[in-house]
């Protein structure tokens, strides 16, 4: 009885258009592939399995209509030393194309086109190649980039200082840059072509609550969910206009209140239903169960 009356409540939230979860859900429950969540992180090391192992990952999570959101930050510099080889490493952003290209030819294959963030520390030492790489609005169509900014560097910025930039590969501090041409550079990258975004790394960090399960490098595709490596989303939106009581000028609350509820239940369920595209992601998803329920049609 109880699993009738929640069938009944969820298809009543759904036909009456009070509530909506992300296109995965809609396009996707009910058929073979059952990947549900809109948004997935995957983690980049500094291998070519690594960087290869983790492009396969992503093309799966992207043929069924999901987004990825990658750090690259792991990623030694361009012309860094490639051990057992004479040759000289490419760098995060030569990758970035190599990304760029595969999930484009997903993307036209695909159920919809899916999108990615990339994301590069601001003390890496390819930093500015990487705030550079789409000033052309040619490159990396399937990426929004951003930069992801420390405390010292911002602090850095408002004293007008210099800033060390390290090696990931050797964690060792190679040389240091202006802080403020960097910024300026940031800026007017941003202005220029909407790219790249800030992500304010350390402030994530101390925030989150699970720290205990390791760091945030990244966030989804559209910046709005920072998560941990192999973590995935699930996300819906409350159809606000559905609420408006035009007699009282004001929201019909108690509604309001029992769809947020309905709407709660509903994405933590999905959570269940899903079908995820590695063991490993199904296990850090649910160790963490994150959803986001945000509102739609607020201008309205």
């Known amino acids: ?78 012309g860094d030393k490639v051990k057992a080889h004479l040759h000289v490493a490419s760098g995060p952003v030569a990758f970035m194309g190599v990304y760029d290209a595969a999930l484009e030819v997903i993307k036209q294959g695909g159920i919809r086109p899916g999108a990615n963030m990339a994301v590069l520390r601001v003390d890496h030492p390819d930093i500015i190649r990487f705030i550079e790489s789409k000033r052309d609005k040619k490159s990396l169509k399937n990426f929004n980039i951003s930069v992801a900014v420390t405390d010292r560097f911002m602090r850095s910025v408002e004293e007008d200082r210099e800033y060390f930039i390290r090696n990931p590969r050797t964690e060792k501090y190679v040389g240091k840059l202006r802080a403020r041409d960097v910024f300026a550079m940031i800026t007017q990258n941003a202005w220029k072509t909407g790219d790249p975004g800030l992500i304010f790394i350390d402030e994530i960090n101390r925030k989150h609550p699970a720290k205990h399960l390791g760091d945030i490098e990244t966030t989804n595709q559209c910046g709005e969910a920072p998560l941990l490596p192999y973590e995935g989303s699930v996300l819906g939106s409350i159809n606000i206009p559905k609420f408006v009581d035009d007699k009282k000028k004001d929201l019909k609350w108690d509604e309001l209140r029992e769809t947020i509820r309905s709407a709660v239940h509903f994405l933590d369920n999905v959570i269940d239903m899903n079908s995820y595209p590695k063991k490993k992601i199904e296990e850090q998803t649910k160790n963490t169960r994150k959803f986001g329920l945000g509102m739609m049609g607020f201008a309205d």
């Open 1 to 78: 009885k109880q699993v009738q009356a929640t069938e009944k409540e969820f298809y009543s939230l759904l036909a009456d258009l009070r509530f909506l979860p992300n296109s995965p859900t809609l396009m996707n429950a009910g058929t073979k592939t059952q990947q549900l969540s809109s948004c997935f992180v995957l983690p980049i090391d500094d291998s070519m399995e690594g960087i290869f192992g983790t492009l396969k990952d992503a093309a799966l999570i992207h043929q069924r209509g999901s987004g990825t959101g990658f750090s690259f930050s792991r990623l030694r510099p361009r």
